[in-house]
């Protein structure tokens, strides 16, 4: 069974950079895409964005201007920064193990098997 | 971009059968996947490709996709099932679209 796990600061001042980092036990990081998604105060959940264990990256169109993620798969993590953070960004943030997959009929589906159990990050003025 | 439609909440008796829909142009052509999310926990996924269960949850848990709505049917309910459920699906553009959530509430 895969696990991830989020770590990094708790609380970040207004306007500066989030850095989050996600380490993966239990299994390769290949052949697999690794997602970030958020959920703020009293709403839904959100996907930021994904990277492959390639590099290849594919972020939300909201939020891709203030947004970087990598990968180090020889270290089994891979990493978000999210840059002039405001109240606005408060929220829990998962790391979250996509796979885009066919399906005994031929659907082609991507869905997210393995989760993290979030962190919380507060933005402060 | 693409809309996915969830009502905010369902209620429903112990032991009854509750269908959580998600809504969504032409989402019959889509797969869709479902999450539940109880709170201070990750989200587990509970259906995916429309239809198929993950190891491990239980066969009380169904879903279908047709037309414009996709259905989270679980059936002979309990009081552990009481969680928020988000339906999935990822766009031309593969992105990934959340619904905005449905939360059940088991009477």
């Known amino acids: 069974q895969m696990q991830l796990q989020e770590s990094g600061p708790g609380l970040v001042k207004s306007s500066e950079t989030l850095s989050l980092t996600c380490s993966v036990s239990g299994g390769s990081m290949s052949n697999s895409y690794w997602n970030w998604i958020r959920q703020s105060p009293g709403k839904g959940l959100e996907w930021i964005g994904y990277i492959s264990d390639t590099g290849t990256t594919n972020y939300s169109p909201s939020l891709k201007s203030r947004l970087t993620m990598s990968v180090d798969t020889s270290k089994n993590q891979f990493s978000l920064r999210l840059r002039s953070m405001t109240a606005a960004d408060t929220a829990v943030y998962y790391c979250?193990?996509?796979?885009?997959?066919?399906?005994?009929?031929?659907?082609?589906?991507?869905?997210?098997?393995?989760w993290g159990q979030g962190i919380l990050v507060t933005v402060s003025s | 971009s693409y809309v996915l439609t969830q009502p905010p909440s369902v209620s429903v008796t112990p032991g009854k059968t509750a269908r959580l829909t998600c809504g969504g142009n032409?989402?019959?052509?889509?797969?869709v996947n479902w999450y539940q999310h109880k709170s201070g926990q990750a989200p587990v996924l509970v259906i995916y490709?429309?239809?198929d269960r993950p190891s491990g949850i239980p066969e009380r848990f169904s879903g279908s996709n047709s037309g414009n709505t996709a259905t989270l049917s679980i059936s002979r309910v309990e009081a552990g099932d009481e969680a928020d459920y988000y339906c999935q699906v990822r766009d031309d553009n593969e992105h990934q679209i959340f619904g905005g959530g449905t939360k059940l509430t088991v009477l």
């Open positions: 979250a193990r996509g796979r885009l997959e066919y399906s005994r009929s031929d659907l082609l589906g991507f869905f997210f098997g393995s």
């Open positions: 032409k989402i019959g052509s889509e797969t």
């Open positions: 490709f429309n239809s």
